[in-house]
């Protein structure tokens, strides 16, 4: 794998050989200081260059200068319904190579305009790029509103319903989704409000939660963890109902960090409706 060192100098090389290339600003991990350091990091670099079209889709000058990648990557490029393209004027190549290294590279419209993430500028031909401090509060978990912090709780508590009967019909695909996306993003919102309580809300929980197994107190992680499941419907009853469980603790330590008040009704009620969805299932007498 190349070392660190080369990677910045295959980056700043080709912008340094190429005119039309003016500035090269680093995003992503490795301009957040708060993200741990490792050699799975990618390397998330703008290009910032006259015009975009040179750059757009243009392979062979890609492969020229950075080899050919063992897997790629065009998002503008994207005709699945799933992934669409952004349509905003840049061109992006995220690229694997055969040396374990990844190069997110995006092509935009000189100037950089910084948008409060954190960003270090590698370089900069003309000069006209302001000085970023980095700023890693960009990240940091934000304080609830009551209002969404009830909508959270309405959430989590009503796609459980769908959960139960989902079950009950034996619709695998629909309660792996219903659970591992609608009601777990509740659940992750409820684990990261009460991540930023115990830290003063100077910390962020990562993308997608990466970092709860820091933060979280081990039995709380340990109960985390729980709540994934592999197809067995009754190991799918013992997710839920740990979930529920973890979702209550956090949510009443939350209301009361903030003096909301936490639905208590709501929460009895669909735990009444789960039992009553599990208790009449055949598979469970």
Known sequence: MRTEKEMFDLILNVANADERIKAVIMVGSRANPDCPKDIYQDYDIIYSVDSVEPF????????????????????????????????????????LFPD???????????????????AVILLDKKGFLPDIEVNPSFFYIKRPTPEIYHNTCN?????????????????????MDMFSHYVRDMLNQMVEWYIGIKNNFNVSAGKMG????????????????LTYSDSDYHNIWKSVLTACELFRLLALEVASSFDYTYNKQEDENMMKYI??????????K
């Open 210 to 225: 990466k970092y709860y197994k820091r933060y979280l107190p081990v039995h709380l992680y340990e109960m985390y963890a």
């Open 100 to 118: 374990g290294n990844r190069i997110d590279l995006t092509i935009e419209k000189y100037p950089y305009i910084y948008n409060g993430e954190p």
């Open 275 to 284: 039992y009553f969805i599990k208790n009449k299932l055949d598979y469970k």
């Open 155 to 175: 959430e989590f508590w009503w796609c459980l319903n769908n959960v139960a009967k989902g079950i009950a019909r034996d619709e695998l695909p629909y309660v």
């Open 56 to 95: 757009y889709n243009n392979l062979e000058w890609m492969g020229g200068n950075f080899g050919k990648p063992s897997a790629m990557q065009l998002p503008e490029l994207s005709t699945h319904p799933l992934l669409p393209p952004a349509n905003d004027r840049h061109f992006t190549y995220l690229m």
